[in-house]
């Protein structure tokens, strides 16, 4: 099923490559990415494998040029959900790769990625990554009893219950054929398509797989489980 707007075919990388793993053939298709990573992974990798070089991975993806005739198959929109996951290849139960196909306007909850990383690159449209510090939890008791009242926490900006937000590192909007990392070390995301008038599209690299994270309140830091994560559609053929 095609996107419900015409994809821009992106004809250019938008920053310098590093350099590319295992040969200097540059894959050309979306077919020849996911070979290329199952290459470079092998058979029992993962980014935590200690031979495995993330920054491969992450150059394997840049360097292929985002073709809306390689991954619309994938792109399915749901205009009643923020946005879809479609699950492109399993990867032998070592990663995932998948198309999200995110609606106007909408966002991802603040989460983590249960210790997976997490390679996201741009096929159509901008996303913004709002990354966040971890909440500090280790002074949770004294904060919270320093706080007389609702009113008081409210002017420090903190939960009266628990003392602590989400502190925000930095915001980032990413265009086409560009392409960013995360890893829980590196802290919480969210990923919003900052735009009111079309959609967007980006794929996603996770190893190892998972199927739950934890979401996050950003005024309180609170977290919760997300449930298990579904697929909206498995190779093309719709799942839900």
């Known amino acids: 099923m095609a996107p419900p707007q015409e994809p821009q075919q992106c004809l250019a990388l938008t920053h310098p490559l590093q350099e590319v793993p ?5 894959p ?3 077919h020849d990415l996911v070979a290329r990573i199952h290459d470079e992974l092998g058979p029992d990798g993962g980014l935590d494998s200690e031979h495995i070089d993330a920054n491969r ?7 292929y040029n985002s073709n809306a005739e390689d991954w619309e198959q994938y792109a399915m929109f749901d205009h009643s ?3 879809t996951r479609n699950l492109v290849d399993d990867g032998n139960g070592k990663f995932n ?10 966002q991802s909850p603040i989460h983590d990625h ?13 996303l913004q990554e709002s990354l966040y510090d971890w909440p500090d939890m ?3 008791d004294n904060v919270a009893n320093d706080i007389c009242d609702i009113t008081t926490a409210r002017k420090l900006d903190v939960c009266p219950k628990t003392g602590v937000c989400l502190t925000k590192q930095r915001e980032t909007i990413y265009g086409a054929d560009q392409v960013t990392y995360v890893h829980d070390k590196i ?3 969210r990923i919003s398509n900052p735009s009111g008038e079309r959609g967007a599209v980006s794929l996603h690299l996770y190893t190892p797989p998972y199927e739950t994270c934890k979401t996050f309140e950003e005024q309180t830091g609170r977290a919760r489980s997300s449930g298990k994560c579904s697929f909206y559609s498995v190779g093309g053929r719709r799942s839900i």
Do not use: F, N, P
Request: charged share 20%; proline share 0%; net charge positive.
């Open 81 to 83: 959900r923020a946005y």
């Open 22 to 26: 295992k040969s200097d053939a540059v």
């Open 114 to 126: 249960a210790g997976s990383h997490c390679v996201m690159k741009i096929l159509d449209g901008k």
């Open 187 to 189: 802290g919480l995301h």
């Open 138 to 140: 280790s002074d949770q």
């Open 57 to 63: 991975i992450i150059a394997l993806m840049e360097s």
């Open 28 to 30: 050309r298709t979306l």
């Open 97 to 106: 790769l998948m198309i999200l196909a995110w609606s106007k306007g909408q």
